[in-house]
């Protein structure tokens, strides 16, 4: 007898879990599944970013929401395929309906049954957005007395709104996030205002120390529906970031004021809309949106650490996001209190401008060769060989979020075992100098890192060298005891002169940011943003196995944050838009498993 072929063996589950689904069979429908199984579900199916752990879990979600989403017409997408690197496991992508919208995901199947399955909502079916056969027309053909330009429809919109007219949705925070979003909502029709306090789109990149280029290869960062164009360089600058933003800003038609700071928000329970107070340019302005996104940065207020003496201090003191940049301290004695991607970036500019500059390396960091992390990890999903193989990046985003969290560390660890191995001599030579390396608190490397607590890790573009060779001086283990007039005394009793203190030591939890806009009390209802609950350092448990608030309800209502990299604030913005679309046309939006709140901040 031929062996199936695992198109074959997908088609036969689809038809099986379909089947189970039409008829209401819970119980068939868990039979179907692994006793180790994973159901990650964006919004298809709970209006939320919820992973399912276990047959537990999936039947108890299934009760609650399988007769209101009525998923029907489930379809392999392609051809299924056996994942030669997972031994045995069928990889499948689908297609399906709900009684809302049009649904998408791919499955994994280990010996005919369920492991892992992703459901993504792509649309809502009665609010497709207007593009391929819906796209709009742009020119009104006939003879219109009262006809209304392109441009006097834009001014007229950019006039009222605000003023004669609300917004449905105020986004807080004008980077690449708040503009991301923006653009899916203006495709969706959803009337959203971007509140940025700089002068133009895209000041928070030129504002930044001079030397920063982003440390994420192009094909991850890709921001919606305009892909940066091929010659574009794998590592942009930030200027040219900037720039990017402020054409696609405008080109997306986006309503953005800039020069304009959020004052406060509070929530009005008797009308559901907030009160927001902005300040733009000078003149007062009240906004009444039904939603607010906090759009601030995935990494929330800077975190200034207070030593005793500071205020003695004679040179200068800055947190890394005011560092301006290395000119002004040629010969300059300058002492860097961090060892994360900041804190190379900043000591390797102000070496190749004759500072003489001190790192304080105080626990230990990730770091990973940027060529290395490109072809060992990102590679397979985001690269030219990636394009090549039928991967662009929207289908990259989602493999990855088809990975749940829970076994992403044992997805990751084969790739970051190999770098160890690749780049042995760099890493000897960098503990030799005294820096202390690791991997993770389980040798899971950078992303797993970056998805606990945001920290911890440095990509090298070439500031490992100068660290080993002694050109960036470390002094690893120490923080500092006091600052002195003119030097820093450390926690081993040695003492450093210092005409410049940088603060390379990062941010505090995004609702910092809700904190001082709406008030501390929304911050503690809606708690921590970032993390998994992995009890690992910087990441409390309990385990949680989604991004806290990110993305998805929070605890309260019409609060929503959005951040990330680029690579995550392109790929999630697409589902917070259709949460927010969805409530705007007055769609039921019965959140299931809104998380509870573990951690304050």
């Known amino acids: 007898m031929t062996a199936r072929t695992p198109t074959q063996i997908a088609r036969q589950w689809l038809d099986d879990f379909d089947a189970a689904l039409t008829q209401r069979d819970i119980a068939r429908v868990l039979s179907l599944f692994g006793e180790e199984c994973y159901w990650r579900d964006m919004i298809a199916f709970t209006w939320n970013l919820k992973t399912l752990e276990g047959p537990d879990e999936i039947q108890s979600m299934l009760d609650a929401t399988l007769g209101r989403v009525a998923p029907s017409n489930w379809q392999l997408d392609g051809e299924a395929s056996e994942a030669s690197e997972a031994g045995g496991v069928v990889e499948a992508w689908f297609t399906f309906d709900t009684a809302e919208a049009r649904g998408k995901g791919l499955l994994r199947l280990k010996d005919g049954r369920c492991w892992t399955l992703l459901t993504v909502m792509r649309e809502l079916r009665d609010f497709p957005e207007p593009s391929g056969l819906q796209r709009p027309m742009g020119a009104e053909h006939g003879a219109n007395k009262a006809r209304e330009t392109w441009l006097e429809a834009r001014q007229r919109e950019e006039a009222e709104l605000g003023y004669q007219r609300q917004p449905y949705c105020v986004i807080i925070g004008g980077g690449q996030g708040g503009i991301g979003l923006a653009a899916r909502l203006r495709q969706m029709n959803v009337p959203t205002i971007v509140i940025e306090k700089n002068p133009r789109a895209g000041d928070s990149w030129r504002n930044r120390y001079k030397s920063l280029c982003l440390h994420d290869p192009v094909w991850y960062d890709h921001m919606p529906y305009i892909p940066f164009p091929d010659n574009w360089p794998v590592f942009a600058p930030k200027d040219k970031v900037g720039d990017w933003l402020e054409m696609y800003t405008k080109v997306m038609e986006l309503n953005y004021w800039s020069s304009t700071e959020c004052e406060s928000a509070r929530f009005d329970e008797a009308s559901g809309e907030w009160v927001v107070e902005v ?289 995550q604030s392109r790929h999630y913005s697409q589902y917070l838009a259709l949460q927010l679309k969805a409530r705007l046309e007055g769609i039921p939006t019965p959140v299931y498993g809104l998380q509870d709140v573990h951690h304050l901040s």
């Open 279 to 567: 300040n733009r340019d000078g003149e007062r302005v009240t906004l009444r949106p039904k939603q607010l996104v906090l759009a601030t940065g995935m990494s929330g207020m800077p975190n200034v650490p207070q030593f005793p003496g500071a205020e003695t201090f004679e040179g200068e003191q800055q947190h890394s996001s005011q560092h301006p940049g290395p000119d002004a301290y040629r010969g300059k004695k300058v002492v860097v209190v961090g060892s994360n991607n900041s804190a190379h970036d900043i000591c390797a500019a102000l070496w190749e401008h004759d500072a003489d500059v001190t790192m304080l390396q105080r626990s230990s960091t990730h770091v990973v060769k940027s060529d290395s992390l490109m072809e060992e990890a990102l590679g397979p999903l985001y690269s030219e060989q990636a394009l090549q193989n039928g991967i662009d990046h929207h289908k990259a985003d989602l493999i990855f979020a088809s990975i749940p969290y829970k076994v992403l560390p044992d997805f990751q660890r084969p790739a970051f075992d190999a770098i160890r191995e690749r780049d042995a001599d760099f890493y000897r030579r960098l503990e030799a100098a005294g820096f202390l390396l690791d991997f993770g608190a389980d040798d899971s490397g950078l992303f797993l890192k970056y998805l606990r607590r945001g920290s911890g890790y440095y990509i090298d573009v070439g500031a490992c060298d100068l660290v080993a060779n002694g050109d960036i001086k470390l002094r690893s283990g120490v923080s500092i005891e006091r600052i002195n007039p003119h030097s820093v005394t450390l926690t081993d009793g040695s003492e450093l002169p210092a005409d410049l203190i940088v603060y390379a030591t990062g941010y505090g939890s995004m609702n910092g940011w809700a904190a001082r806009i709406i008030s501390q009390e929304v911050a503690d209802k809606v708690g921590k943003c970032w993390g998994l609950g992995s009890d690992t350092p910087k990441d409390p448990g309990p385990w949680e196995g989604e991004l806290r608030n990110m993305w998805k309800p929070t605890q309260q209502q019409a609060l929503w944050f959005h951040g990330g990299n680029l690579h």
